[in-house]
């Protein structure tokens, strides 16, 4: 029976958080910088180290595979990401390759012959300094030219970085595999939230990435002198984004228990201590792992904004839109048995952050397992998970994809 070499697991996992190690403790390795390259680079010496297949594709995703001799065997594909957002933490990611890593030393050693290949992957840009998700949208034919055109990170920077890791646009798309090669997907990664730890479970068995839409709001008021305007002769652009943060707050407080809703930001114009705000310029995002909720909560803020501004004179305008991705329920109920076998409690929870499974889902069964933040604290220095949770969800990772081998074979 295959088991994780819980030393080996935990010297590279020690040695991936050099790489790139900030002051803080944390790491910092944002898509194609330096310190990024030298993780991925380090990512495949390890597993030719092992005596596994290495491979870089078109999308820059780094692989390392442990072929089935089965003919035709489909690939389960285990992964997550070393990019991290700037000055992140040493588990975002990190911890999902090298588990994946491990478990396909762990069922080499075993000498198991799996009717699957089993592919550790590496995707390239999960975190978006470019344009998010870029690697797992390429391979699952998710990736389309205008998401080229003008990504988060600005198109120069992007195609600076494509050099720089020697890849090209035009070739990105090449990374695209016949869904038919791909048995599943499987991934371990931190939570990045409280709940597992609130509840002082160890598993988390994600049920869904939630979906988001995101709004510009621009409320109008009338700018006037700060001095010379009564109180109640104003007309505040502010006042009115004022009450609308709050309002959104209890809208989902009182009535959207699964939701989140965030207004990120607040811009007063013109922006001076002697001037009334004659406009207000409000970056409004809200998510939820259910459709019906998402509609139902943007009716509901989206009057709130008109409600804030007594005048009616707010712009509302949407500006993005994800839809929620349920992940596979083969997935989740092996995700459940394993743990269970391994005396392992766990909860179902949807998954507030995106992730590469969010791309794979669309061409293949997809299945994520967290493990518990410390805190709940995540993109940050001391994103903590403590190891023996680590090593539980290594196992788990390992016993679900010996599992899941057999189911998705064919
Ligand atoms: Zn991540």
Redesign the pocket.
Known sequence: VPHIDAGRFRADFDALAEIGRTVQGGVHRPTFSDAHLAARAWFLDRAAAAGLETRVDAAGNHSATLRSPAPEAPTLLLG??LDTVPNGGRF??AL?VVAALEVLRATQDAQLVLPCSLEAIDFTD??GTLVGLLGSRALAGGLTPDMLQAPRGGRPALLAGLARAGLTEAQLADARRDPGTIAAYLEL?IE?GPILERQRVDIGIVTAIVGSRSFKLTFKGTAGHAGTTPMDARDDAGLAAARFVVGVHDTVAWDFPNCVATVGRVTLEPGAFNVIAGEAHVALEFRSAEPSQLDALEDALLFRAREAETLGRVEIEPVGRWEPVPLDSTIRSAIARVSDALGLSTIELPSG?G?DAQALAHVTPSGMIFVPSAEGLSHQASEQTAWDDCLNGAEVLLGATLELAGVFAS
């Open positions: 997550s990401h975002d990611g999902g999960e975190e990664h990045q952050a992730h």
